[in-house]
């Protein structure tokens, strides 16, 4: 399964008790940046593109807590930056496993091989390393030669230890489908727990601009990446809702819902999510939800929005919706297993 059923079980129970309160807005899941430190400097992000005393920034265990405990959400996402270089990584891994939510901590792999005794195995960690296809992608999408090579051995490194290891990839305009389809295959031969993926979004900061995929272009993409005429398709298991899927496809639309995955980073909470810099940062979780005008984003309602269809705002959406009913609920537990 992508997702253990005790996630998937936990969070639905979660869900179920916002549903019962009334509750129309509620986060899912926090993103947490705990540093924009990286080892990498990809075309498409431009985090260390920030000046040098931004850089030094880190958030400490207990500011992390503090914000998990602030939004109360069943999954945390650490992020960064990279998040193995942040000097307390250990102390904040385990804490947040002994609180008993699921953490996925994202990662480049370049230190994953050699970080893996700092942690232990639990039900509750997954390492989800950033993986943009197939080596030739992923190596000049990250503008770094054998990071994919790397990645590969941190990833068999953790398997072999007992970890949960899922992908996150994030695809840009001029990515063949059938390489796509191709790292689809290596990864579930490689024994990923799941696989996510994202069309990329113009990321203020990021040094490389035109390589941002369109609507259109990722609807007409992904109905070509998961044609059911490829053989490997029904191996592939991705840790999305199968509606998440059908949205990339195009097969049903969606508004966006920032506040089901909140970003919490070394500048405070941001306006509306991690994408955006422009409309500043709340000081609280309560500032954020009470005081952002949520109304004003999403496609149709804000022009840096119209061609976003990135996991941090739909992803959500369409977790709710696969509560929303019997038979989506029927479909979300068939394609768990």
Request: hydrophobic letters at 35%.
């Amino acid at each position: 399964m992508a997702v253990p059923l005790k996630q998937a079980a936990t969070v639905g129970s979660y869900i179920f008790k916002q549903k019962m309160k009334g509750n129309k807005r509620y986060p899912l899941v926090l993103m947490v940046d705990p540093l924009y430190r990286c080892n990498l400097a990809c075309a498409g992000c431009g985090k260390i593109q920030y000046p040098e005393e931004t850089l030094k920034k880190v958030l400490t265990v207990e500011q992390v807590l503090n914000a998990i405990d602030e939004c109360g959400v069943p999954m945390v996402n650490i992020a960064g930056g990279e998040p193995l270089i942040h000097p307390q990584i250990k102390e904040m891994v385990e804490q947040i496993v002994a609180r008993k939510k699921f953490l996925y901590v994202c990662t480049n792999a370049l230190l994953l091989k050699r970080k893996l005794d700092l942690f232990t195995p639990s039900p509750y960690l997954t390492f989800t390393v950033h993986m943009d296809g197939i080596k030739e992608h992923h190596d000049h999408s990250v503008c770094r030669e054998g990071t994919f090579d790397t990645a590969i051995e941190g990833i068999k490194e953790a398997k072999k230890r007992g970890f949960r290891v899922t992908t996150n990839t994030t695809v840009f305009e001029g990515h063949p489908e059938k390489d796509l389809q191709k790292f689809f295959d290596q990864m579930m031969e490689l024994g990923v727990d799941g696989m996510m993926i994202s069309p990329g979004y113009s990321y203020e900061k990021a040094p490389v601009q035109d390589k941002f995929l369109k609507v259109e272009q990722t609807r007409n993409f992904f109905r070509r990446t998961f044609s059911p005429m490829h053989e490997g398709k029904k191996k592939w298991v991705f840790n999305h809702s199968p509606f998440y899927l059908d949205f990339l496809e195009g097969k049903m639309d969606y508004q966006c819902t920032p506040w089901s995955m909140p970003n919490y980073n070394i500048f405070g909470w941001q306006r509306p999510c991690y994408l955006f810099s422009e409309d500043g940062y709340a000081k609280s979780f309560k500032d954020l939800m009470e005081n952002t005008n949520w109304e004003k984003y999403g496609r149709g309602r804000h022009p840096k929005c119209d061609n976003c269809m990135t996991h941090c705002g739909y992803e959500g959406t369409a977790v709710a919706d696969s509560m929303g009913s019997m038979k989506n609920m029927v479909r979300s537990m068939k394609s768990a297993f």
